[in-house]
Structures are given as structure tokens and as C-alpha cells.
């Protein structure tokens, strides 16, 4: 998070505490800068933003003082944005470098991918090299998507592809497309936590659906689309993240009926589309993209911080969602897109997926021969994905668990955090990536909560 970031999240903090009162007069630029240790300009952009959210107001000759609402008002206005930090706190922690085992990472590990040679030189004709690229993003690499996708049984053109910076921008640009503050979303629960930190962050209520072995409970879905009248319901169909697990060909043509009986949309995301076998049935698939958006991306195959993905749906929808890309991005990185196609077309990333595909499978495995031997229950069966579902001990607490996991430069990601509302009857969890399971100090940390040495103590 970035200098400013983290200040005007600190001073948001203070003025829904109290500690900062409606009408108090704020440090000046000088002091505040030297304060906090940062430039000027830093203070002066932490300044301008609280004044265009609303927060502080500025007088000319006086300085910047809290915004003259009442206390109750402030924290109405300041709530959802303290929710949305504290749901990404987790994603804060995957960014620190410090552990040394990152078993809640959501990544795999360079040495995953840093044995894949990409040659990342690019040649790019005189007249693309500095202009912006089509909004919709580079059409060759639509149409490589496109084919993908009709291996996958999607019927689609290659303007019905949008390309974006991940799944997250594709997120991002349908909430603003179909959502207003105090709409209602069904989501997965347990689910995708940044998804959660978004939605809080729009003001846009989240109803959970239970997840389990079969996918969405379909009945708790119908009871749930019956009462809140949802627009969306955002779920991961195949390689769902946290569980792993994949929704039965039963469970998702139940949820598309639902979706007609309700008149709610489906937003599937599809991160490890990939690595999983092109045959296995998608909603968006049995829907032929009618009431389903479908997202995909390459951040989880490539690198983290390769931000390309895109959303497939009907063409008039992609055609708005491209109207607000323009508006709030302006368009997409031409010149990732030109060498991502380039890998498609030369095989690189065939031959990538080759690799890293048994890579996961044994990784599981083993993985899974591990937890049992100790003790310990996953009750999904995890599928191209990085993720497993570890339930703990049911008198454990797995926020605290992963406490006691970072004194040992151990990151863990605790299932509560996977939740849209936290509820005694979740079973303590947590989210495990397959990549770093079998690591022997992980091991050994589990051993010993097992034997009672960690956890509540």
C-alpha cells in the first residue's frame, strides 16, 4: 500500500474512533509531514483526498479541519471503507516478503515459474509502440481467447471478450456496470475474500451461499435469491478458492435454473481455467453466456503481477463494460497482451502448462498424504488449483492459529477471513496452498497443534 494510502487510512480510522472530532482542526502540511515522516507532497495528496471524500474540509487562511458531522454520521461514512481495509488485510500479508513459509500465500512460488525461460523481447511495429491500443484490447489475443473458449464448449466471438488488467479489474468493472450502493450480491461462502473487500468497499450488501462439496447449495441459494432479490451471484465454478472444489454438472444447471426463476446474473470466475482439462462442464458454458458473465485470467498461471485477464458475455454487455474500461483505464496494456499472444502462438505456454500442470497434481498428492498421516481432514476434492481446505480441531480458533504460525515465519490464511459474515457455526479452517504444504517446518508446526502445543493457549 502505498505512503498516501496508508495515511488516509490511518486519519479515516481516528475520525470514526473519535480520536479526530467533528470540527477539529487537522495539523498543518508542515507538521503533518514531519509527523509522519513523509514529503510534502505526500501530505498535500493525504490532504486533497480526505477533502474529496468528504472527510475534512479546507478554509483558506486557516488550514484543514474534520468534516462538521455528527459522530454517528462519520462512522456511517468511514464504515465501509474500514471494512474493505480489514478484508484485505490477508492480501496485505501475501505482499509482505518476510515468512519464510507462505503456506497461505495465493501464489505459487518463483521456483515454480522461474524455470520457465520466457523470453520477454517483443517486437512491436513503429506505428503500436506508443499509442494506446484498442480499448477492447488486442484483437489477435481475443480471438486465441475466443477459440479457448469454444474448446470449453463457449460459443463466443472475439467481440465478446474483453481483455483487462486480471479477474479483479473484470470484477471491478461489472460492479460498477450492474451495482449501485445498497444493492444486494449473492456470493460464495466460503469465497473469494477480495471479491468481499470490494463489494464493502461499494456499499453493496453480500448475502453468503454455502459452499460445499457439490458446489453452491442450491437450497440455501433458492431461499436466499428468494428473500434478497440479488442481482449478481459471484461464484467459482471449477478450482474454487478457498475449498478447491468443483460444482457437480447437477448443481450448476440448478443454479442456472434459479437464476431465471430469480432473474439474478452469474459471474463465473474461471482463474485456473488452464490447468484444468477444457472438457470439464461450465455454467457459461450450458448457458451459452445468456444470464452468465464468465472471467478468466493468466495471473495465476504466469506471475501475480502478469495483470491480464478478461470477461466473455453477451456482446452489448461487453460493449458497456468497455465503455467504463475507457472511462476509468482508458484501455489495457497493449504491450502485455502483444507478448502473451506471442507466447499462445510460438507454444510457449502450452509447453508452460505442460509443466506446471503434474507440478500441482503431485504437489497435491503428497500434500494430501500428509495432512491424513496427521490427523488432519480435507474435505473437498481439490482439482487444477492451487487450494485445499484444512478443517482444524474444532476447539481451535484459526485467526489465532495463524497468530502462533507467524512467530514461526509461518503465513497461514485462516478460513474466517473467507467469509462475507462471521458465524459461531463455521468450522476452523484453513486455506492451503498446495505448493508450499509439504514444507517440513509447516509440517512440524502441524504436528504440534495437533498435540495441543499450539492454538489457544
Known amino acids: 500500500m ?6 488516509v487510512e490511518h486519519m479515516l480510522l481516528a475520525i470514526q474512533n473519535g480520536n479526530l472530532k467533528s470540527g477539529q482542526k487537522l495539523m498543518s502540511i508542515r507538521v503533518a509531514r514531519e509527523h509522519f515522516n513523509v514529503s510534502k507532497n505526500t501530505m498535500i495528496d493525504v490532504y486533497d483526498r480526505l477533502v474529496s471524500l468528504g472527510h475534512i474540509t479546507a478554509r483558506p487562511g486557516s488550514g484543514y479541519y474534520v468534516s462538521t458531522l455528527s459522530k454517528k454520521q462519520n462512522r456511517s461514512s468511514t464504515t465501509h471503507i474500514a471494512e474493505a481495509v480489514d478484508a484485505i488485510s490477508l492480501l496485505r500479508e501475501q505482499l509482505n516478503q518476510t515468512y519464510r513459509v507462505r503456506v497461505g500465500d495465493g501464489r505459487p512460488p518463483s521456483s515454480w515459474m522461474s524455470q520457465f525461460d520466457f523470453d520477454m523481447r517483443l517486437k512491436i511495429p513503429s506505428d503500436s509502440k506508443y499509442g494506446y491500443g ?9 480471438e486465441a481467447i475466443a477459440q479457448n473458449l469454444i474448446e470449453r464448449s463457449i460459443q463466443a466471438s472475439a467481440d465478446q471478450v474483453l481483455l483487462t488488467y486480471g479477474a479483479n479489474h473484470a470484477m471491478d468493472l461489472i460492479i460498477k456496470q450492474f451495482l449501485s450502493p445498497g444493492d444486494t450480491v449473492l456470493v460464495d461462502s466460503p469465497g473469494y475474500y477480495p471479491l468481499f473487500a470490494k463489494l464493502k468497499l461499494y456499499k453493496i450488501k453480500m448475502i453468503g451461499v454455502r459452499r460445499g462439496g457439490t458446489g453452491p447449495d442450491t437450497e440455501d441459494l433458492e431461499d436466499k435469491a428468494r428473500v434478497h432479490r440479488a442481482k449478481l451471484f459471484f461464484t467459482q465454478t471449477l478450482g474454487h478458492n478457498p475449498t478447491g ?3 457437480t ?8 435454473k434459479l437464476a431465471e426463476k430469480y432473474d439474478f446474473r452469474v459471474v463465473e470466475n474461471d482463474a485456473f481455467a488452464d490447468l484444468l482439462p477444457p472438457g470439464i462442464p461450465r455454467m457459461a458454458g450450458l448457458d451459452q453466456l445468456d444470464r452468465v458473465l464468465y472471467i478468466g485470467t493468466f495471473s495465476k498461471t504466469l506471475s501475480a503481477s502478469f495483470r491480464v485477464g478478461y470477461v466473455a458475455g453477451r456482446q452489448a454487455l461487453i460493449d458497456s463494460l468497455c465503455n467504463i474500461k475507457m472511462l476509468t483505464v482508458v484501455t489495457s496494456s497493449d504491450y502485455l497482451e502483444r507478448w502473451l499472444y506471442s507466447l499462445i502462438a510460438n507454444g510457449q505456454y502450452l509447453k508452460h502448462l505442460r509443466r506446471l500442470r503434474p507440478m500441482v497434481e503431485q504437489a497435491s498428492a503428497l500434500a494430501l498424504n500428509n495432512f491424513s498421516s496427521l490427523g488432519f481432514h480435507v474435505p473437498y476434492q481439490s482439482e487444477g488449483t ?5 478443517e482444524l480441531p474444532n476447539h481451535l480458533d484459526d485467526i489465532e492459529v ?3 504460525a507467524a512467530e514461526e515465519g509461518i503465513f497461514l490464511a485462516p478460513g474466517t477471513v473467507f467469509y462475507p459474515e462471521k458465524k459461531s457455526s463455521q468450522k476452523p479452517a484453513l486455506r492451503i496452498n498446495v505448493a508450499y504444504a509439504n514444507d517440513p517446518d509447516f509440517l512440524t508446526f502441524l504436528r504440534k497443534l495437533r498435540a495441543g502445543a499450539v492454538g489457544n493457549e
Not at 134 to 142: A, T, V
Not at 249 to 256: D, K, M, R
Not at 386 to 390: A, D, G, K, Q, V
Open 2 to 7: 502505498s505512503k498516501v494510502n496508508n495515511i
Open 245 to 247: 472444489g468443483c460444482a
Open 249 to 256: 454438472l447437477a448443481a450448476q444447471y440448478q443454479v442456472l
Open 386 to 390: 492451487y487450494y485445499m481446505w484444512l
Open 402 to 404: 495463524a497468530r502462533k
Open 134 to 142: 484498442h480499448p477492447m484490447g488486442f484483437e489477435p489475443l481475443r
